[in-house]
């Protein structure tokens, strides 16, 4: 891989909070910016909001092309005019999480003490509580008293547990998607395995590649290679690839040759393009420290007691990253404070990638649980042209 | 880490053949040398031989300490005198396998054009079967006709059933363990990951480190970190670790902090002082592209047609890397062509490492197989003293 250039510089839709942000940390930001796109039109009353909560490598482009890669939105099967988060119906928000590179405040933005450097691997150590944090400081900016719902996968799904925890009044529906209210050993060990192989860069120098106009570009690409292998099952790995050679005229040493390993590098290396490594280790450390049951005394039910927010978990079959176990100890521990919470494990061989994809169980269980709580809510139905 | 020195260079017993081994990928090797180990006494008819296949990080120094690290032989729970495989009673052989690292010929031993040079990555691509023709040179200078038994997990497996296959007249019993008939898509997206680690490593040097005398610790401490995670069940991981904080005083963004990564970080360096890089390329390239139904005709059966062999597979109920259904399709396929084989699924939690361990039911299992066909064969029972 050639050496890259940092990553291009483009203008986002930003709100920046002066009085900045405390975190779990102990320690402040002196300043805040949040990036984020919204979608659809808010109503009179400001019922009628959805927040899309992104994950690891995700963002706030949910719906429309990405500025930097030029691809569609990342849910743009789930979130549009007609689709399951209907855009004509909901003012839909997203945005880029607290320690992202997409124009959130984070290791790339300006450092608060040399304000000429960016932070780098001297921003501090972010939880999920602080991404939500930030979040809920945007929705009090746009006029929002209550979430009409909370919607993410994977890490977006922690913060949709968050927010239900920490802002339970400012959600009415919760809808954690394959995810889980800690982080499992493997998964930490997986997330270690992508640290260490950028610490091992010489692009790397030590977190402070942006002196040299550097970015440690192969060992992000690795990073993301052994994460992208967790996304999938191994029946959709064989399916998309099976065994089959690139090339199979000979045998090298050296060459790659399984069609799996060009995907794997092809992933790789389009990701560098348009990630951060200093937000990847900030980000993937919110992660593994994510436990919101130690944050209410180790017994995950405390997060919800007393909660009337109604909530629909998802869960995939063959998602072995955040299996159905993960997704069944959060609805039991619902269970136990007489929360309102339903549970769908839908059938996919997609691994735990499914959620991002075209899954017309998937997508029917979000249409249906949306439609039933706008009744509830006594939203007025979608009006047709 | 600090920089490493090249791997200390110790002496192995060591056979050396003057005539080579043509291998297939159509190159040949000037001369060969197997390093290799013995326990026990050949009997006078040569019929109480036991061949041990080690896997990917394995030597040769299967039962007694090894002399780099220190530590007690890899399988001394398994075979030693009075265990399963008894040296009381059988002549157990060890090899490095072809391209390994141990006195075998491999990518660190001299170049066949170059002497005063190692091959380094230059060193013809290798097969499992290629290193089964090395051991089968072994066992004829040895004086052996037919190998009592070949025994194997993990690759050591793959070589197992590569030796029912293209010597069936050589093995009596064939016992492959914890293994497949073939790489699946996702074992070969992590040995990728591996390989991408070492690439990435500026001690790589484009595989000429030993012309540095460095040696690309980093990238193969990550290459072992990914092995190391797929060889553990999720129970196994979450038991040993948990989310135990090494040191809960403080957050920071550089430092690890769980014990299952500093577990890991203490892995894959310890590794890399006894494992030459080039030679796990080598290797690993070796069991991806290992396919025994792709050898005869796609169909794996005809690997087995008239095996007079008797077969006993063994799989982990926890092994995700090697899981049952890949033990279960060689079951088939030698039924297939009516084998004499039996198969146990041993229920454990220790995934993939399971092989490794001390447990009761597997270790049963060896030892009534051995002496069941040991009675077949007509050998006399073990000598008590």
Redesign the interface.
């Known amino acids: 891989m050639d050496q890259l250039e940092p990553l291009a510089e483009i203008a986002h839709q930003t709100v920046v909070f002066p009085d900045g942000l405390a975190l779990?940390?102990g320690r402040s930001l002196r300043s805040l910016a949040v990036a984020y796109r919204t979608y659809g039109t808010l109503d009179a009353v400001g019922g009628n909001a959805i927040l899309i909560c992104h994950a690891l490598t995700g963002d706030q482009y949910v719906a429309e092309t990405h500025p930097l890669t030029g691809r569609g939105g990342w849910w743009s099967s789930l979130v549009g005019p007609g689709l399951p988060v209907d855009t004509d119906r909901f003012f839909v928000i997203c945005a880029n999480v607290l320690g992202g590179c997409m124009g959130s405040t984070g290791p790339g933005t300006p450092h608060d003490e040399r304000p000429g450097e960016p932070w780098g691997?001297?921003?501090?150590?972010i939880t999920i509580r602080d991404m939500v944090r930030a979040q809920k400081k945007l929705v009090d900016h746009l006029g929002i008293r209550q979430l009409f719902a909370v919607i993410g996968g994977s890490m977006g799904g922690m913060q949709v547990l968050e927010w239900a925890a920490t802002y339970p009044e400012a959600v009415f529906a919760a809808i954690p998607i394959a995810t889980a209210a800690?982080?499992?050993?493997?998964n930490?060990?997986?997330n270690?395995?992508g640290r260490?192989?950028i610490?091992?860069?010489?692009d790397w120098h030590g977190?402070e590649y942006w002196r040299e106009r550097a970015t440690p570009a192969?060992?992000l690409?690795?990073a993301r290679?052994?994460a992208h292998?967790t996304y999938?099952s191994?029946q959709a790995?064989?399916r998309?690839?099976?065994?089959r050679l690139r090339d199979a005229t000979?045998?090298?040493?050296?060459d790659?040759r399984?069609e799996?390993?060009s995907y794997?590098?092809y992933q790789?290396s389009t990701f560098v393009r348009r990630f951060d490594a200093?937000s990847y280790?900030?980000i993937t450390?919110a992660m593994?420290?994510f436990?919101l049951a130690a944050e209410h005394g180790g017994e995950l039910s405390r997060a919800f007691e007393g909660a009337r927010t109604r909530f629909c978990l998802v869960s995939f079959s063959s998602d072995?990253l955040f299996p159905t176990p993960a997704s069944r100890a959060v609805v039991n521990a619902l269970i136990r404070v007489a929360a309102n919470v339903s549970f769908v494990e839908i059938a996919s061989d997609k691994g735990h990638d499914a959620f991002l994809l075209d899954e017309p169980d998937f997508h029917r269980t979000i249409a249906g649980f949306i439609a039933g709580c706008a009744e509830h809510r006594g939203l007025k139905p979608r009006e047709r042209a």
């Open positions: 779990d940390c691997h001297e921003f501090p150590p800690h982080h499992s050993a493997q930490i060990a997986f270690e395995v260490q192989a610490f091992a860069d010489p977190g192969r060992g690409a690795v290679m052994v292998i999938l191994e790995l064989t998309k690839f099976g065994r000979s045998l090298t040493l050296l790659d399984f799996v390993e794997l590098q790789g200093n280790l900030s450390r593994d420290f436990d072995w």
